[in-house]
């Protein structure tokens, strides 16, 4: 069974950043493309970024230009650099993986939570004030 492991998670001031980490223990790992949600307290879980085969990065509107995704097929790795981090960042924080998918993908596709067949258990990131 494929599993995902997220780290890297923590407590941070604002304007401060954090790196999470998610590794995959599916073999095929680049022939799937991965990405990263939120759930904040008493809201749904929601599209923070995503990242094709190909390399091709999508993120909400409200972590653009603060946050990065990206890809280690290598490593089987996918993390996420967050910078400038706010107080409405805190949540937890989920990686995925969707099914063998083409080598690009829309954003659309992405950051749809039913394009994603693998979830981690997620880890915490709080953001004080």
């Known amino acids: 069974q494929v599993q995902l492991l997220e780290s890297g998670g923590g407590l941070v001031q604002a304007g401060g950043s954090l790196r999470l980490s998610c590794v995959a223990s599916?073999?095929?790992?680049?022939?799937?493309?991965m990405g990263w949600f939120r759930r904040a307290p008493e809201k749904e879980r929601e599209f923070v970024a995503g990242i094709s085969r190909s390399g091709g990065t999508y993120y909400a509107d409200s972590v653009k230009g603060r946050f990065t995704i990206s890809r280690d097929n290598a490593k089987k790795t996918v993390s996420l650099q967050m910078n400038s981090l706010k107080p409405d960042d805190t949540a937890v924080y989920y990686c995925?993986?969707?099914?063998?998918?083409?080598?690009?993908?829309?954003?659309?596709?992405?950051?749809?939570?039913?394009?994603?067949?693998?979830w981690g258990q997620g880890t915490q990131v709080t953001v004080s004030s």
């Open positions: 599916e073999r095929t790992f680049s022939e799937h493309a």
């Open positions: 995925a993986k969707t099914p063998r998918t083409a080598f690009f993908a829309s954003r659309d596709y992405l950051s749809a939570q039913n394009s994603y067949d693998t």
